[in-house]
């Protein structure tokens, strides 16, 4: 079982930028995925990104693409979530997720991720 831990979050204008971590421990990592996920008031959790933690090939949502950019720390563990030019539509809690996971066309499913975090929220005043 992995542990995550996410950090980070608060509240920024819109056009502003947070970043996010998430900490891991408990397993070794070079064949997982982790990933962000994120979920608005009376919303489904929805898939915003995830990489791959052996190649470091990253995966983005199409709505946070170009605006949004996953990062690792190999060294710590951690994972970031850099998030530039904000928008009000962001505003959810953000989770990260650690799984095992074969192929990207399953880092979407919700099932598919072994560990979560605790979820961090992200609110973005218009």
Do not use: H
């Not at 995550?4 to 998430?22: I, K, N, P």
């Not at 990489?51 to 170009?66: C, E, F, M, P």
């Not at 979530?81 to 809690?93: C, R």
């Amino acid at each position: 079982q992995v542990q995550l831990v996410e950090s980070g979050g608060g509240l920024v204008q819109a056009g502003g930028s947070l970043r996010l971590s998430c900490a891991a421990s408990g397993r070794t990592f070079s064949s997982y995925a982790m990933g962000w996920f994120r979920q608005a008031p009376g919303k489904e959790r929805e898939f915003v990104g995830a990489v791959r933690w052996g190649s470091g090939i990253t995966y983005y949502a199409d709505s946070v693409k170009g605006r949004f950019a996953i990062s690792r720390d190999n060294a710590k563990i951690t994972m970031y979530l850099q998030m530039n030019s904000l928008k009000p539509e962001d505003t959810a809690v953000y989770f990260c997720a650690a799984g095992e996971i074969a192929s990207p066309y399953y880092f979407g499913s919700i099932p598919s991720w072994g560990s979560w975090g605790q979820g961090t929220q992200v609110t973005v005043s218009a």
